[in-house]
């Protein structure tokens, strides 16, 4: 493996546990100011940071070469953080977490159909367990299926055309224009939405915001620079960290623990993305 390779895994490992990070707490802040405000927080506050750091620079990082994927590729990561943060503020973190996990899958699918990837049958046949164990959690027909819990499904098929999208204008942008460009569309559109919405934080309110911000800029700067050193097949699985991550804060955090067809689900979901990218990494 490459050195690029191995820098790659180390950045989408920190932007997965960045990410978990922000949505333990935005499931904190939520019910305290609402989930557009928090998602326009979350936006506005990342904005901020990133133009401060590139203020000395900002013409040269303004200019892109791909100014309509720029837009689309931040008009879907705005809609995965949108479906997600609905998500978690109504079901368990673990829950959405593991819903969101077919994310990788349809990173491997996406990366075939429209990057040239590569797709052999092993990945074909993990796709469709990942998807029996998105199932397995969902449990449509039952009287424990959630509604609300379509929400992290929307949000894995929204961030991963995002993830494609930036692996498509990776190599050839600076991580500081893609960064900027998702920041700045979020911010424009989020502050048409949120005065209806809007209300004042309290103090611990304003600690949140203040992880939200943090945490999510590190998680787009990591995520950014992952899928600009390496492939979006190779790095999909490693998604899977976040089950963890999302466990751990959802117990500690919250004081809520997954059911056995949650584990279970999670489970297949995440075995059926590491047996297929384990072979298909030994067998090219």
């Not at 546990?17 to 326009?40: C, E, H, N, Q, Y």
């Not at 092993?122 to 990942?130: N, S, T």
Request: net charge positive; hydrophobic share 55%; with cysteine.
């Amino acid at each position: 493996m490459s050195q690029s390779s191995r820098q790659a895994i180390v950045y989408m490992v920190l932007a997965i546990l960045f990410f978990t990070l922000m949505d333990a707490s935005v499931k904190a802040l939520a019910p305290r100011i609402g989930v557009i405000p928090s998602l326009w927080a979350r936006y506005t506050g990342q904005m901020a940071l990133v133009l401060v750091l590139v203020l000395p620079r900002l013409r040269r990082v303004a200019r892109t070469k791909y100014p309509r994927l720029q837009l689309l590729r931040s008009l879907m990561l705005m809609g995965a953080t949108w479906f997600f943060f609905i998500g978690i503020s109504r079901i368990p973190l673990t829950d959405a977490s593991a819903l969101m996990a077919v994310n990788p899958v349809l990173i491997t699918l996406g990366a075939a159909l429209f990057l040239g990837e590569a797709l052999g049958p092993r990945r074909i046949l993990g796709i469709a367990i990942a998807m029996i164990g998105a199932l397995i959690v969902l449990r449509p027909g039952t009287g424990l299926f959630q509604p609300a819990a379509l929400f992290p499904l929307a949000a894995a098929a929204c961030y991963s055309t995002y993830a494609l999208l930036t692996r498509r204008v990776g190599p050839d942008e600076d991580v500081w224009t893609s960064l900027l460009y998702t920041g700045l569309v979020g911010t424009i559109i989020l502050s048409l939405i949120v005065p209806p919405y809007w209300q004042t934080p309290d103090t611990v309110g304003w600690g949140l915001i203040v992880l939200v911000v943090g945490f999510g800029t590190m998680g787009q700067l990591s995520l950014i620079r992952a899928f600009s050193q390496g492939e979006a097949a190779m790095l999909a699985p490693y998604a899977y960290c976040g089950l963890g991550f999302a466990a751990a804060w959802s117990a500690a955090f919250f004081g809520e623990y997954p059911d056995i067809w949650t584990v279970l689900g999670a489970l297949v979901i995440a075995g059926a993305g590491l047996y297929v990218w384990h072979r298909e990494m030994h067998n090219r």
